[in-house]
């Protein structure tokens, strides 16, 4: 039985986390300050702690610095509008990441709307998001922007290939189906709505699995050498594909874990000095 080759995420993050150090050291050694993101977490929500200081440790490997800002839960709307006004408009800051999802007292567009574009690199403003949608100049969702990166490592061009792409959240699902438009991919979103996901998936040249169902993708629907990007995570270290069967007849798989999640710390990372190198003066 045939194996699909394994997209190695861990190995492609190292390095484009290698090559941000370097660009970052380069960057305070020509302007005497180091590439700088804060981050923002409101209330203590275990995972979101544990994801931003993750993102902080590997800021801090990278040589990038990082100030967060621990806001009670009770914060409103209008205290963490101000806080990332005050954070856009400081000079030394250079990348903002607000943790979401934020309580539900909270209007998340508003926060994330007060993000100035040129900081925003995590993704998520209007204006960055249409920049993508029209392949203009900007930041993108890291973790569809990892995809991409992963895509173009195994030499996956998406011209002219049918592209599935399962879920359509505003970070994930919905720009890495713009992205793969953008790179000429003929693109269908199936989503929780969808009839007979199985014979949409099984049309597939590239599938990306982004609902947060483990296993939903089934290996047989799987069209034999096709392209598979699992960017599920879900408890236990499972993915949205069912991998056991899918490795026996795609060309090119994810792992979970391995694949998807490293890449979009490190695309988040290389944005954050992106927008340091990009600021005016420097
Ligand atoms: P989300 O906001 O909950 O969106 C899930 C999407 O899946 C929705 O569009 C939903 O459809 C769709 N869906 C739900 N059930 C479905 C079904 N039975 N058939 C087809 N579509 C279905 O989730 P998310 O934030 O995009 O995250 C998705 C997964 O990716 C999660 O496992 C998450 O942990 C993972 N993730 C990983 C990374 C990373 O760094 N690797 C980053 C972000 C997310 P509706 O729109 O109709 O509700």
């Known amino acids: ?26 960057l305070k050694d020509r302007t005497g300050a180091a590439p700088c993101l804060a981050t923002v977490l409101v209330g203590e929500d275990p995972a ?14 990278a040589g990038i610095e990082s100030r967060h800002v621990a806001l009670p839960a009770a914060t409103t709307t209008a205290e963490l509008v101000g806080t990332l006004r005050a954070l856009s408009e400081d000079p030394t800051v250079h990348g903002i990441l607000l943790q ?9 567009r508003a926060a994330f709307e007060a993000i100035d574009p040129r900081k925003d690199v995590d993704g998520v403003t209007l204006s960055s998001y249409s920049a993508m949608s029209f392949g203009l100049p900007g930041f993108v969702s890291c973790t569809p922007g990892g995809i991409m990166r992963l895509l173009d ?9 049918r592209a599935v792409v399962v879920g359509r959240s505003a970070i994930l699902g919905k720009p890495v189906g713009m992205l793969l438009l953008g790179r000429d991919a003929t693109v269908t979103y199936c989503h929780s709505r969808t009839k007979d996901l199985s014979s949409v998936v099984r049309e597939a040249d590239i599938v990306v699995a982004a609902v947060g169902r483990p296993r939903l993708i089934r290996g047989e629907d799987v069209k034999p050498g096709a392209v598979v990007i699992d960017a599920g995570y879900n408890p236990g270290n499972v993915g949205d594909v069912d991998f056991d069967t899918a490795v026996t007849r795609a060309g090119l798989i994810t792992p979970v874990p391995g694949g998807v999640g490293p890449m979009t710390i490190a695309v988040l990372l290389e944005q954050t000095v992106a927008a340091a190198e990009r600021r005016p003066g420097v």
């Open 153 to 161: 490592e195994y030499d996956v061009d998406p011209a002219g290939k």
């Open 100 to 108: 979401h999802p934020v309580g539900p007292h909270i209007d998340e």
């Open 1 to 26: 039985m045939s194996q699909a080759q394994l997209m190695d995420g861990t190995a492609l993050a190292r390095r484009i986390v290698e090559d941000t150090a370097k660009r970052a050291a380069d």
């Open 48 to 61: 979101s702690v544990t994801y931003v200081r993750m993102k902080q440790n590997r800021c801090r490997k």
